[in-house]
């Protein structure tokens, strides 16, 4: 599988939006399973939410109604939009794709998210 590459971290104020993107190019990328996940230093990576290849979003319930996943098809991108953020959002946001339900088999890098006044 083609690596994702996430984009769109950076710093914002609390109660501010931010939405990331993650790009995975090839021509399978409506088939794959997606996820985010997000990680703290000394943590566990976290997760945030999946959405299945029928574009079915699952979310961890402390994501719930801030949180919002979602699918391009044709431009192959995966967004979580992120509303309300709060200082303890602040991590490393991580997209992961898989051929099936789970554990993704393919991560990308990251990209940090800042959340302070």
């Known amino acids: 599988q083609e690596q994702p590459v996430e984009s769109g971290g950076g710093l914002v104020q609390p109660g501010g939006s931010l939405r990331l993107s993650c790009e995975v190019s090839?021509?399978?990328?409506?088939?794959?399973?997606m996820s985010w996940y997000r990680q703290v230093p000394g943590k566990q990576r976290e997760l945030i939410a999946h959405?299945?290849?029928?574009?079915?979003?699952t979310y961890a319930e402390p994501m719930r109604g801030r949180f919002n996943v979602s699918r391009d098809i044709f431009k192959n991108a995966l967004y979580l939009q992120m509303n309300n953020l709060k200082p303890e959002d602040t991590a490393v946001y991580y997209c992961?794709?898989?051929?099936?339900?789970?554990?993704?088999?393919?991560w990308g890098l990251g990209t940090q998210v800042t959340v302070s006044s």
């Open positions: 090839g021509s399978t990328f409506e088939r794959f399973f």
């Open positions: 992961g794709s898989s051929r099936w339900p789970g554990e993704p088999e393919s």
């Open positions: 959405i299945t290849p029928g574009n079915i979003p």
